[in-house]
């Protein structure tokens, strides 16, 4: 059977002819002409999606890695760094054989706003159609007002079979880092050190695959918390745990990353403060705690004096769920912090009692002066151009999430194809009642309303954009003078977020919970921002007309 129908396949084919003379080439690679002239490098990177078995807690399984050579990947992925203003051009080669999982593939970006360049958000369905085995695709982007910590590899692949799933590689281990340092950065002056060795990896851990998961249907018990890409399981051997290594009276800035498939963890180095400073790609006003609370998909800079005695610290990541992972026996949960001198052995340094905990609540997070603080609109409740009231929703029948009663079903066509070939209205896009038009330069408040969503709190990600979060869920107060500003907040079950942002960036824009089983079962929007100049303001690459065909022309035993 044939992955679309010929109707379907004719479509695509006729939509993708109404674009093709918008694309301008340069160099030896094919994408659109930037928008502006921007300082920075260029970045010429080659990635190479694979499979490897891999024990990352002692459990040998099937994995998705990411790598630099064909040869084989890393796990976590390879670190990618630039600098402010840098043009990133990313050829993606799919290279997967393991017949037991998926094989198709796209690269979200996690965090960077892709102005002009909405093709390369990487949103199979939404923004691409998927690459498929043996084929690469060139990710050709800027990033010229953003700097801090974001993510690569998050790979949001949709794919068509009979019926319509979505299959997500964070269990598989299609994950990385990637830093956008800033040399203005207003914060330098409270750190010694910031650099590769610095960055802080949190996941949880499967032995089985994506796949296996998400037919279960049922919130799955992670078998292991990986820090950096070590940990280990319940019952399992003692396999080596991440050290990270810190000399005495140095101070470093750490860049923590949740890259977890479904738990959120509860962040904390034994005998150490942590100071935020930075929060999903916004730099924020100096806040000191002992813990940080970490939802998947969001990020936090902290910086750590290592000003105690010589000695091994243990390093804590503890999980919201998992089978026997509510505790540290066994190094489980654990990564170890080690001064230069300190002997080579597991840390016995005990956690903070409760007397001595600094609360960490969302709340108490206000962006820096420098990233103009205050959120858009009017100081009240309601004070947008734009009120989007988003009751989440969960049907045990049929075991399907939705917003608004609508459950979340990829589109056959990416809704980007969709607008570049005209279509603009809500009613003209697909999937029914899954797409909402927002017109240009508005300021948007969407209301997360937690209703009977079980499962949560739920980690709503929107990409293109950072929003003003002005009723964070762990407080009943609103702030529309400095609330903080990120990409990633939580709603809770019968709680209640509120954000608001500007519609400043036109294309389609993914909203969706970032609990992946979650996603996959339906608990998402697109926001399709300004649709009649999106054909204007965001130009795609040859390359990119040829995704679709490709794959259409595949059976699912070819894709699968």
């Known amino acids: 059977m044939m992955l679309l129908s010929a109707a379907f396949l004719a479509l695509k084919l006729s939509l993708l002819g109404t674009y093709a003379a918008m694309v301008v080439r340069t160099d030896n690679h094919e994408h659109p002409s930037p928008s502006t002239t921007t300082t920075g490098s260029d970045r010429y990177i080659n990635l190479h999606i694979v499979n490897q078995e891999l024990a990352p807690d002692g459990f040998k399984r099937s994995t998705v890695l990411a790598g630099e050579s064909p040869s084989g990947g890393s796990f976590p992925g390879p670190l990618i760094t630039g600098t402010k203003g840098d043009r990133f051009i990313i050829n993606v080669t799919d290279q997967l054989t393991d017949p037991t999982m998926d094989r198709s593939t796209s690269i979200h970006w996690h965090g960077l706003f892709q102005k002009t ?50 299959i997500y590689r964070y269990g598989d281990g299609l994950r990385g880092p990637l830093i956008i340092y800033d040399p203005q950065d207003p914060h330098k002056d409270l750190y010694d050190v910031d650099d590769e060795s610095t960055v802080i990896t949190i996941a949880d851990w499967f032995h089985q695959t994506s796949l296996q998961l998400l037919a279960a249907k049922r919130a799955p018990d992670a078998d292991a918390t990986l820090i950096n890409g070590k940990g280990r399981f319940v019952g399992g051997p003692d396999v080596p745990l991440t050290v990270i290594q810190v000399d005495q009276g140095k101070r470093y800035r750490f860049r923590l990353i949740s890259m977890s498939f479904d738990a959120f963890h509860g962040f904390s180095i034994d005998n150490h403060n942590l100071t935020i400073i930075e929060v999903d790609g916004i730099n924020t ?73 600094i609360a960490f609540h969302e709340a108490n997070l206000h962006p820096a002066p420098s990233e103009n603080p205050g959120a858009p609109g009017l100081p009240y409740p309601g004070g947008a151009d734009i009120v989007l009231n988003l009751n989440l929703g969960f049907n045990a029948g049929n075991v399907t999430f939705s917003i608004n009663d609508t459950s979340f079903v990829p589109p056959s066509v990416p809704v980007l194809l969709q607008i570049l070939s005209g279509a603009q209205d809500a009613h003209d896009l697909l999937p029914k009642g899954g797409v909402i038009t927002l017109e240009r330069n508005k300021v948007v408040e969407v209301n997360l309303i ?42 809770a079950q019968g ?38 100049d999106t054909k204007v303001d965001d130009p795609v690459p040859l390359g990119w007309k040829e995704l679709c065909p490709i794959y259409d022309s595949l059976t699912p035993d070819q894709l699968r």
């Open 117 to 166: 360049t909405n093709y390369a958000d990487g949103v199979a369905f939404v923004s691409q159609c998927p690459i498929v085995t043996n084929h690469s695709f060139v990710y050709d982007f800027r990033v010229p007002d953003q700097a801090g910590t974001f993510c690569s590899f998050v790979d949001d692949s949709f794919h068509l079979f009979e019926g319509t799933t979505l």
């Open 285 to 357: 006003n100096p806040l000191t705690v002992t813990f940080i609370e970490l939802y998947p998909a969001q990020r936090y800079s902290f910086v750590l004096d290592a000003s105690q005695k010589v000695d091994n610290y243990r390093i804590r990541a503890l999980a919201s769920s998992g089978v026997g992972l509510q505790n540290f026996t066994g190094g489980i949960n654990s990564g170890i912090l080690r001064y230069t001198g300190a002997p080579d052995e597991e840390p016995t340094s005990s956690a903070l009692s409760s007397s001595e905990i």
């Open 450 to 491: 937690g209703g009977n969503a079980p499962g949560g709190p739920h980690p709503f990600h929107l990409h293109g954009h950072a929003f003003d979060v002005i009723k964070t869920f762990d407080s009943p107060d609103y702030n529309f003078v400095n609330p903080i500003r990120r990409d990633v907040t939580p709603v």
């Open 495 to 532: 709680g209640l977020t509120v954000f608001r942002f500007v519609t400043d960036n036109p294309g389609p824009w993914f909203l969706h919970c970032h609990i992946d089983l979650h996603l996959a079962l339906g608990l998402a929007v697109v926001f399709a921002e300004d649709t009649r």
